[in-house]
């Protein structure tokens, strides 16, 4: 198809949104309406209609799925070279290739490390207790307080003046000193990947000059979720140019926990007077059943911009509302109905698609799914990386390219067992805080030979040496081969073997391990698409191939990248910009959505528009399903159906469970009778 083709199958405002080059461009409306595929369209334009350059476009979105689902969908428009370097990718991997292509300039190292969030509460946690024990919730605190200020632009030195208490200038301490180690660590955490470029971008001119030189064009999609950081990003990059185009839904804005402004959709116009802001209205998504429900449960939120969604897909079936006994009988329910939906409705399981609130809810239905052995995919959760045997080989991948990574060392260094006990690695550490060195610089030093006896000097000069000849091998030539060789040098596997309760769990064990380093050699391989026009891109070596890794661990990104045929499972936060036939939205009770903690803290409103974004994911048919009593903190609670049952248009509902064949007068109060009914039987 070309450009023109599929130019005429948008309708004239997303015509008028993909046509608009010449100036900032922001797409405003609700879930469905086309705004992704605006998006995709636009590149196709730009490269084929306008001749730009695919490496000077650059696409962000947040989550890993998306920016895959939106990879996909304009590889299917670009033909051969033609997308050659184009960046779609998260704002994170955006900012990555970033701070790789100017280490230099940021004043670190190569072979940087990036700190997982496991990573870097244990370093808060060794600054925290310096001063007093401190228990988990005081480090989830200031981690939280710290990630915020860096979502706001905030750096180390400048947060002391922005605490408004004696906690947060306790924090703000914390962070300084949290800022130097991780400096000295060569490392970065995770808000570093959009911090670190803004403040590159901001304070360096020539690196500024350089990036403005590379990217031309900006699409941004689910705008509504960008934090402060990020909008400084996309505006530091398009500068004077102002070429880029937003697209957003302000009632789709579900991270302000995570330091997202749905308000820089208004900031947006403020900061650009010129932007020509469109708006559509078609959804081309959903049944009108699912849409009215859609936009019936949002008009109980307060709005910025007022849209109307219509759609012309047909009134399509009621949606079916499940009361359950207990969480086990929802899960067991859910996964039968799946089944049979399957072959009675001709479906595929791909059609298919659990949405929750919480990754715990996902527990039961696996169990389920698996009785049934119905194939499926979770995502987050559990993922591939957070197994134990993973973050071990991803430790040894760490610190072969960056010595100083300390946790990395720690987790490892003992791993398989070499007799380094913990008196020994707390001399260690005692002598090289002393000097400022690495743990691993400090196994060098002669001076330990008076701190620890010549065993213990001997053992962990046994380990560094065989690390350093890891990392001479890499350097010579083929690292993976070294790798490989590593791995079975220590005999990982026996260790595995000895560890785990069962011959076949270890064997799973290291296959995990294996799948990890074919990973690592595929994304060696792969074209550097995603490296937005740096001038190292070609050579990708094995340390990029690493930080890769970590950051897609970080996403909780699941290790396969299939497209095989699998009922999909995925929170509602990670559903976002997703759709399927057939949805199914689980737990819909009072204290899980809304969440208890949203209604204490007074933020329904976003469990709201988390309630649209799941039920906004659904084409042809919605069930809501929830359970009278779930388990929590051990015990059987009883819950009460959400609030957002009552919100929803009483007529569109088919409640289950209750009698059904009522007076066609009393219709109206169906649903209404219905959540009374459920109450009476909850008692
Ligand atoms: P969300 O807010 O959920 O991210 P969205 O606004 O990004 O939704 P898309 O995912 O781009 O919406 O589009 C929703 C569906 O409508 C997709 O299946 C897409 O292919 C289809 N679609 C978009 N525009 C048109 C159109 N003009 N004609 C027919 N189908 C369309
Ligand atoms: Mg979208």
């Known amino acids: 198809m070309s450009i023109k083709q599929r130019l005429a199958k948008l309708n004239p405002r997303q015509q008028e949104a993909v046509r608009y080059i010449d100036g900032p461009c922001l797409v405003l409306a609700g879930a469905g309406s086309g705004k992704t595929s605006v998006i995709t369209t636009k590149i196709a334009y730009l490269v084929q209609e306008c001749g730009m350059s695919a490496r000077r476009i650059a696409a962000v979105t947040f989550t890993n799925k998306a920016a895959r689902e939106m990879k996909e969908r304009v590889g299917q428009m670009l033909k051969g070279r033609e997308g050659h370097g184009l960046t779609v990718s998260t704002f994170h991997t955006l900012g990555l290739n970033i ?30 207790n310096k001063d007093a024990q401190v228990d988990a919730d005081q480090i989830n605190r200031v981690q939280h307080q710290i990630s915020q200020w860096k979502n706001d632009l905030i750096l180390p030195g400048q947060a002391l003046s922005h605490a408004a208490d004696d906690d947060e200038q306790y924090a703000a301490r914390v962070f300084e000193a949290y800022g130097r180690h991780l400096k000295a660590y060569n490392a970065v955490d995770f808000d570093d990947l959009i911090l670190l470029p803004v403040v590159l971008l901001r304070d360096d001119p020539e690196a500024l000059a350089r990036w403005r030189r590379k990217i031309h064009y900006m699409l941004v999609d689910e705008y509504q979720d960008t934090n402060v950081s990020q909008y400084q990003l996309v505006q530091l990059l398009m500068g004077e140019r102002k070429t880029f185009t937003v697209v957003g839904d302000d009632d789709q804005s579900i991270y302000a926990w995570r330091g997202a402004r749905p308000e820089n959709l208004v900031t947006l116009g403020e900061d650009f007077p010129r932007l020509n802001v469109i708006k559509l209205e078609q959804n081309y998504r959903s049944t009108g059943t699912i849409l009215r429900a859609a936009n019936t449960l ?39 109905e799946i089944l049979t939906r399957r072959i009675k409705e001709r479906a595929e399981w791909r059609d298919f698609a659990v949405l929750y609130r919480g990754n715990f809810q996902a527990r039961l239905l696996e169990l389920k799914l698996q009785h049934y052995q119905i194939p499926y995919k979770l995502s987050g959760g559990t993922s591939f990386f957070s197994r134990n045997e993973i973050k071990d080989a991803m430790a040894y991948l ?3 390219i960056n010595p100083a990574d300390d946790n990395a060392f720690l987790r490892i260094v003992n791993v398989p067992r070499r007799e380094i006990g913990p008196g020994t690695l707390e001399k260690l550490a005692n002598y090289a805080t002393e000097r400022g060195i690495s743990l691993f610089a400090a196994c060098h030093e002669l001076g330990l030979e008076q701190l ?10 046994r380990f560094t040496h065989f690390i350093d000849g890891v990392r001479r091998r890499m350097d010579r030539g083929d690292a993976l081969a070294a790798i490989r060789d590593m791995l079975r040098e220590m005999d990982y596997e026996a260790w595995l073997y000895q560890n785990a309760s069962a011959p076949t769990i270890a064997e799973r064990r290291m296959a995990n391990v294996w799948i990890l380093i074919d990973q ?55 559903s976002k910009g997703l759709e399927f036939p057939h949805v199914y939205l689980m737990g819909l009770e009072e204290e899980l959505l809304p969440h208890r903690n949203a209604i204490e803290a007074g933020t329904v409103e976003e469990e709201r528009r988390l309630a649209y974004v799941g039920i906004t994911r659904a084409r042809q048919t919605l069930t809501l399903t929830l359970a009278r009593q779930r388990k929590a903190y051990g015990e059987l609670m009883d819950c009460a159906p959400s609030r957002f049952l009552d919100e929803l248009p009483a007529d569109d509902l088919d409640w289950e469970g209750r009698a059904d064949k009522e007076d066609p007068d009393k219709k109206q109060a169906r649903g209404q009778d219905a959540l009374a009914g459920i109450r009476s039987l909850l008692g």
Do not use: C
């Open 520 to 574: 690592l050699e595929k994304s060696m391989q792969r074209e550097p698409e995603e490296t937005t026009a740096s001038e190292e891109t070609e050579t990708e070596g094995v340390e990029a191939a690493i930080s890769r890794l970590v950051l897609r661990d970080i996403l909780e990104q699941q290790a396969e990248e299939d497209d095989s045929d699998r009922v999909q499972l995925l929170t509602m936060h990670a």
């Open 452 to 461: 620890l006896p010549t065993r213990a000097v001997e053992r962990l000069s």
């Open 298 to 336: 949002i008009a109980n939120n307060p709005h910025v911009y007022e849209k109307t969604l219509w759609s012309e897909m047909g009134q399509g079936a009621a949606i079916r509302v499940v009361v359950n006994r207990h969480e086990e009988a929802e899960a067991e329910r859910v996964a039968s």
């Open 398 to 400: 760490r610190l072969l």
């Open 99 to 128: 701070i790789r292509a100017e280490l230099k300039a940021l004043g670190y190292r190569p072979g940087f490390s990036l700190f997982d969030p496991e990573d870097a509460k244990a370093l808060l946690r060794d600054l925290m």
